[in-house]
């Protein structure tokens, strides 16, 4: 596998937080009560 290919195959942050998120929908308001951001 090139470099190029595990960039483009490679999820972004928000990108696997939203994966966990549609996993455990309690994450979403965990994430809300505490106030968190999403940092990149």
């Given at each position: 596998m090139t470099v190029?290919?595990?960039?483009l195959f490679s999820p972004t942050k928000r990108q696997m937080l939203q994966l966990v998120i549609e996993k455990n929908p309690a994450v979403h308001l965990l994430i809300d009560e505490l106030g968190l951001e999403l940092v990149e």
């Open positions: 190029s290919r595990i960039f």
